[in-house]
């Protein structure tokens, strides 16, 4: 019974990996996967078939010519070497062509659905500029919409990647980088950080939920109807390193919080671009508390 669990992993880790796509982005990767894969067979299969019978013929007693004096063979040569050539090529221009193909910053349709992302010390917030709202390690997404993830972190540079949508790309404060997929699939996907920012690094993943599109918009309906807002001061209570153990909707969040997290990265800021979470939430509060007053009903009530 102890080779159950065994032979159940493969299972489990192709359900949560690109093992098990549930989008173009991931099934890409996973066709890039198997080309390479099938390459490097090229190398793999000949040795493990030749050392047992170079073993066998060349042992004391066996049949293998000893040449003491040999050194030199075109045929082999060509073959040492022609293979691995050829091999460096192919690869190169699987691995180039993959690349353009499948760069990250490459719209996959129009009107695509734009969420801002903002990796902190140890979770992940999301931001809908069109929607208006936010959540707290919690992703959803509309099936079959081009979606558009603008990322950039609080803190130190992480890592983010959802296994059976999308690749990795990195997060890196007072900069922003993109990620485009489409979700051909409804259901709960997971995300996580995969670099190394200290003790909760292990636990600091995130539900990618993917609904339909009735659907995200009655669950767009009922976020903006939650009573926590994110402005500044509820954004700066974000920075210090924490675990969150239940995902946080927010009704509203201040606009421009997104940009205002990246400038307050830049020089001459409060912190600098150092990446020190709490002086770049103490830049970020004024600014975002003036655009606060500026622009919302209850600055004006």
Request: proline letters at 8%; aromatic letters at 10%.
């Amino acid at each position: 019974m102890a080779g159950v669990p065994a032979l159940a992993m493969p299972c489990a880790a192709s359900a949560a990996g690109f093992l098990e796509p549930a989008g173009p982005v991931a099934a890409a990767q996973l066709s890039h996967f198997g080309t390479i894969s099938a390459l490097m067979l090229i190398v793999i299969v000949p040795m493990f078939i030749a050392l047992p019978l170079v073993l066998l013929r060349y042992r004391r007693g066996g049949k293998g010519t000893y040449r003491p004096d040999w050194e030199f063979n075109w045929g082999l040569e060509l073959l040492i070497w022609g293979i691995p050539v050829a091999l460096v090529a192919a690869l190169g221009t699987a691995l180039w062509n993959h690349t353009l193909k499948n760069d990250p910053y490459r719209p996959l349709g129009p009107s695509p659905l734009v969420v801002e992302v903002v990796a902190l010390d140890w979770k992940f917030l999301f931001l809908y500029p069109e929607q208006g709202v936010a959540t707290l390690d919690l992703l959803v997404l509309p099936q079959g919409r081009p979606v558009t993830l603008k990322l950039t972190s609080g803190t130190v540079m992480q890592s983010f990647i959802v296994p059976r949508l999308a690749g990795q790309i990195y997060a890196m404060a007072g900069m922003q980088t993109q990620l485009n997929l489409i979700a051909d699939a409804t259901g709960d996907f997971t995300g996580r950080n995969t670099q190394y920012n200290g003790l909760g690094f292990a636990t600091q993943s995130f539900t990618t939920r993917v609904v339909s599109a009735e659907d995200f918009a009655a669950w767009v309906t009922g976020a903006k109807a939650q009573p926590a807002g994110l402005d500044a001061a509820a954004y700066a209570k974000l920075l210090p390193p924490s675990v969150v153990n239940e995902p946080v909707i927010y009704g509203r969040f201040t606009p421009g919080l997104f940009d205002q997290i990246i400038a307050s990265f830049a020089p001459g800021m409060a912190g600098g671009h150092q990446g020190h979470a709490s002086q770049a939430g103490e830049a970020a509060a004024p600014a975002a508390a003036h655009q606060h007053d500026a622009h919302t009903p209850e600055a004006a009530q």
